[in-house]
């Protein structure tokens, strides 16, 4: 069955554009994650999306980040006057309901900023 | 955030057992994974233990649990080229947020 989408692929922005970047979760998964993995470091969580709540924003670095969910589905992650340590690859993960259910991921955005 | 640590790297020879080593701050866990991810593409979950668990066992997986110590360790027998991989482990905390490990490159040398 289709997977989690993510797109686009890769991404080379200038510093200070705008970048969005979008997931497409596993068809019926209430739960959507953003996590960003930067070189040589690990995995980093970002937001967390689950039904209609409130989405827990804790691991959001900066107020230049931000993320929506229309419709209890597609997410776009929004980075606003992009820096270049925000180069990284950004990954979305779907899951059927709390974090302990399997968390299924997208092969992730590779964000370039120059 | 709570701090999930591993080794960067390891290096076996095609056929040994792998041993890639992972430990954890937190003593509420109660979920622990194992994620590998091959270049090019996305995580992918291998196996996870409850915490209530000290091994489990899965073909040439053998996941171990050092709940006291708070140490994880992922075992692959008869390692192949197709292993080569980044694995991560990480853990639940209490409350619900999943944190990762920085990851260990895994490279297995013909």
């Known amino acids: 069955g289709a997977g989690v989408s993510q797109s686009p692929s890769n991404k080379v922005t200038e510093k ?3 970048v969005e970047l979008r997931c497409d979760p596993i068809s019926g998964h209430t739960a959507l994650y953003w996590y960003r993995q930067s070189l040589g470091q690990g995995l980093e969580f970002l ?3 689950q039904g209609n ?4 924003k804790s691991g959001l670095p900066s107020d230049r980040f931000s993320a929506e969910r229309t419709g209890g589905s597609v997410s776009t992650l929004t980075i606003q006057r992009t820096q270049q340590e925000d180069s990284a690859v950004y990954l979305c993960a779907s899951s059927s309901g709390s974090p302990r259910e399997t968390q299924y991921f997208g092969p992730g955005t590779r964000l370039l900023v120059l | ?4 640590e591993q080794s960067l790297f390891l290096s076996v020879r095609e056929g040994d057992s792998s041993v890639i080593n992972c430990t954890y701050t937190d003593s509420s866990s109660t979920y622990l994974y194992w994620y590998k991810q091959e270049p090019g593409a996305g995580l992918q979950l291998l196996t996870y233990i409850f915490s209530n ?11 171990l649990l050092n709940k006291k110590d708070k140490h994880l360790s992922l075992r692959i027998a008869d390692t192949q080229t197709g292993d080569s991989a980044i ?5 639940v905390d ?3 947020n999943l944190f990762f490990g920085t990851g ?3 490279t297995v040398i013909p």
């Open chain 1, 16 to 18: 200070g554009k705008d």
């Open chain 1, 47 to 49: 937001i967390y999306f």
């Open chain 1, 53 to 56: 709540s409130a989405p827990d």
């Open chain 2, 1 to 4: 955030g709570e701090d999930v």
């Open chain 2, 53 to 63: 668990m000290d091994m489990k066992q899965d073909q040439r997986l053998t996941v």
């Open chain 2, 87 to 91: 694995y991560f482990c990480a853990e």
């Open chain 2, 94 to 96: 209490g409350a619900n």
């Open chain 2, 104 to 106: 260990t490159r895994l």
